[in-house]
């Protein structure tokens, strides 16, 4: 028997972005508070939550005193510092839990960790120097891509190599910070897997999403994904692998590639995400339980709830100065306007998206 927490308890939240707003939002609608750290004192979960404090991430007496005055803690970002989660998991329970952390927030340590498991990923090498870069290229060949092996995001952190490429280059880009190089992988498709692990270890996935980026950042996801339905069983047993080897408990996204068209697609996993995750913004409107909702169900000891598609899906984000779209967006009927109420809209910045479902097909 899992100890569930009731109505009125406490989540912590490490992290005040639009993740954070958006667990906070849904925790409220279940009668349970929030309480969201974040360095910035402009942070959009500020706006939603019962509390916050303003604190470094490193700021051990203000980790104490939030971990002390809250019932549960997660986060909406997977580079909490090692120390930050054990401070924080000293007092209450910290979920997804410390193995789910230090697995994802290094990708060779996560590469290595799902080929593990049996599950394909594109082929890799751990690489700590130029020429060690040299090596693994002559062994993997080109186009490949120079990866950091920590705090990459939305593509930072990368670059490409193509034949012909000095690898001498390429190292110096990334500034010689320790990295990993990857095959260049065809994909014909980009899909995440976004589920849920509760405390009792119940799984339940959402449809997998198909995802298409622009400029290394999610553009539009969409529903279903096409792929043939074995395919998409064989991405969700793969994920649900995954959470299961992790001891997880709360919402998983796996970002994975599509290689090869219909009945011979197959997947490869590109990256885990220990969090509730962008691909699976349309949940809120497009699925029986959003999947902030589902999180703060799994934390809180509660059932998770039905995954159920509503419809046909299209997610779209509003990046800079696309949220000047607003009113238009409010003006179309079926569009659902999600605003993060950040001040400034700087291009590559998320500040908002739309999303819109289709019944009845
Ligand atoms: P990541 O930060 O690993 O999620 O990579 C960002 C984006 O770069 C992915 O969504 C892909 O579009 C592309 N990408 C990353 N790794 C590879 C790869 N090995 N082969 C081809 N494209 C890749």
Not at 152 to 158: A, E, I, L
Not at 289 to 314: K, M, N, Y
Not at 315 to 337: F, K, Q, S, V, Y
């Amino acid at each position: 028997m899992v100890d569930r927490l009731a109505p009125g308890a406490t989540i912590g939240i490490l992290g005040g972005g639009q993740l954070g707003r958006m667990l906070a939002l849904a925790a409220a609608q279940l009668g349970v508070r929030s309480h969201v750290l974040c360095p910035d004192p402009h942070s959009p979960a500020f706006d939603v939550s019962a509390r916050h404090t303003v604190a470094d991430y490193e700021d051990e007496t203000a980790l104490r005193a939030f971990a002390e005055a809250v019932d549960v803690v997660t986060y909406e970002f997977e580079n909490v510092p090692a120390r930050t989660a054990e401070i924080v998991a000293a007092a209450h329970p910290l979920y997804p839990g410390a193995k789910a952390l230090a697995t994802t927030q290094d990708r060779f340590v996560e590469k290595s960790f799902v080929a593990g498991l049996d599950i394909p990923t594109a082929p890799f090498r751990v690489v700590g120097s130029a020429a060690e870069l040299a090596e693994a290229l002559a062994e993997l060949g080109s186009p490949a891509i120079l990866k950091t092996r920590r705090f990459g995001y939305d593509g930072k952190g990368q670059v490409r190599i193509g034949p012909g490429d000095s690898p001498e280059e390429a190292w110096a880009q990334l500034g010689g910070a320790p990295a990993i190089l990857e095959g260049f992988v065809g994909f014909s498709q980009e899909i995440s897997i976004v589920g849920a692990r509760g405390r009792d270890g119940a799984f339940a996935a959402y449809d997998p999403c198909w995802n298409e980026h622009r400029g290394g950042i999610l553009d539009v996801t969409r529903l279903p994904s096409g792929l043939p339905a074995a395919t998409e069983q064989i991405a969700i047993a793969a994920a649900r692998r995954i959470a299961e080897a992790l001891d997880y408990v709360g919402v998983i996204a796996v970002e994975m590639f599509v290689v090869g068209e219909g009945e011979g697609a197959s997947i490869l996993v590109n990256e885990i995400a220990p969090r509730v995750h962008n691909s699976g913004h349309w949940t809120v409107e497009g699925a029986e339980t959003s999947q902030f909702e589902q999180h703060v169900r799994a934390i809180c000891g509660w059932p998770l709830g039905s995954t159920l598609r509503r419809g046909r899906i299209e997610m779209r984000n509003l990046i800079g100065t696309d949220i000047e779209a607003w009113p238009e967006i409010l003006a179309t009927p079926g569009a659902h306007l999600h605003h993060y109420g950040k001040a400034k809209a700087r291009a590559g910045r998320k500040m908002g998206h739309v999303t819109r479902v289709f019944t009845g097909s």
